[in-house]
């Protein structure tokens, strides 16, 4: 098993869930797709495909 990284699950445009996933031991999610995200995204940040954006009422992380 190789080393896991995070993973947010996207349902209709929005974060549902977060998990630790290697990406080789066979998983999916019940509903939605698994993306590679930043360790900033939550549940509830929004993703069109080309990145992730937080809740409009939840301020962005600072790096």
Do not use: K, Q
């Not at 995070?6 to 996933?21: F, I, K, M, Q, S």
């Not at 509903?31 to 962005?60: L, T």
Request: glycine share 12%; charged share 20%.
């Amino acid at each position: 098993m190789g080393e896991a990284s995070r993973y947010a699950v996207v349902e209709d445009g929005v974060v549902t869930n977060v998990v630790l996933w290697d990406s080789e031991t066979p998983w999916a999610p019940e509903a939605g797709e698994a993306i590679a995200c930043p360790i900033d995204v939550g549940i509830g940040w929004a993703c069109d495909g080309e990145g992730f954006r937080p809740p409009p009422d939840r301020p962005a992380a600072v790096p």
